[in-house]
C-alpha cells in the first residue's frame, strides 16, 4: 500500500509523475499550471489519480475518478487542451452531452466544465496556441479556430480518434515507466510536434455535432454556477431550496430540473454536497475541529452530520481528523485505474 502524503511533499515541478488520490479537494491540485475545484456528487470513498508527463509546449496526462465529480477548471490562457474519454458512460463537457470516445476541446483562456458519471477516466494534451497555430496553417491553410469550426466536441472518426488516443497512451504510459527517455531536448520536441499534428488531424477529420441541446444546458449551467456561490456565501445560514429558488427568482420545478440536467442530483442534495465538502476541506487542513467545522457549515446536529459525512466520502469526520487525506505516486496503471 503506497503512503500518502501532502501535495507539498511531492515534486511538482519534475517532467513525469503518476500520482494517486483519496480526496477530491487533493486530485484538483495534482495537475500543475490549473486551477480547479472538484464537489464529489456521488457517495463513497473517493479514489483518483493523475499520470502527466510534460515536453517542450506540449503536456500529456490521464486522470481517473472512482466517483461522480463536477469538475471546474481554468489553464493557462496560451494552450488548447485536446482530450478523449476511455469510460463508457455518458458525461457533459462545455454545456453539451458527451458520449463514450469523444474528442472534447478547450481553447485558450477558455473556463472547464466538465461532469462525468463515476469512474471517469480521460486522457488528454494541452498543447501551446502558437504551436498548434503555425501547424495548422501548414498543414491546412487554415487557423485552429476554422478547422475547429467553433465546436467543443467532435463526433468520432474511428482513423483518427484511435490513432490520437493511441499516440498519447503509448506516450504517457512510457514516459511514466521509463522517465528518462523524455531527458532528451530532441526527443522532446519531436513527441510534441507528433501529438500535435495527431491532435489537428483528428480534429481535422471530424464534424461538430448540433449545437441544439448546448444553449438549454449553459442557462441551466449558469443557474447552478449562481447557486453555489449563494451556498458558499451564507454558510452557516444553510440555504433553503426556497431561498435558492427566491434569490434565482424561479419556480421549485424550473430548479430542480436545472439541477438534474447539469449534475444529475437535485438541489437540496447539493446545497449538502457543496457544505460537506467545505467542512471536509477545513477538517482535512486542521484549520477547525469536527463540531465546529459542521456548526461553521450549518450542521447543528453533529451526529446527522456524522452520518451524511460517511455515505458522502466513506468515513467518519473524526477519521479525516485523525488521518488526512493525501497523495501518493504509483506505477503507472495497466488496467482500468478505477478498478
Known sequence: MPSHHPISALPSSSRVACVGSNDPFLQSRILPDWKQDYTQLSCGSFKGGVARASLDGVQVFREWINQSVDQRAAADSD?????????????????REMRADSLFILRPGEEARFRATSDND??????????????????????????????????????AFDRYKSLLLSALGSAVRHPERVDGEYARLQLSEEIAIAALQAMGSLSAGSTHAAQDHRVHR?????????????????PTVAQLCEHLRMSPRGLHDAFVQVLGVNPSTYIRQVRLHQARREIARGVLGVSDAALRWGFWHLGMFSRYYKRQFGELPSDTRRNPPGLALRAWPSASPTD
Open 222 to 238: 449558469a443557474l447552478v454556477d449562481r447557486a453555489r456561490a449563494f451556498i458558499l456565501d451564507h454558510p452557516s445560514g444553510n
Open 79 to 95: 494552450i488548447f487542451m485536446v482530450g478523449v474519454t476511455l469510460h463508457q458512460g455518458a458525461s457533459s463537457w462545455q454545456h
Open 122 to 159: 480521460i486522457l488528454a494534451a494541452t498543447i501551446d496556441a502558437s504551436l498548434l497555430e503555425t501547424l495548422s496553417q501548414g498543414l491546412y491553410g487554415t487557423g485552429t479556430s476554422e478547422l475547429m469550426g467553433g465546436a467543443s466536441i467532435l463526433r468520432r472518426d474511428h482513423e
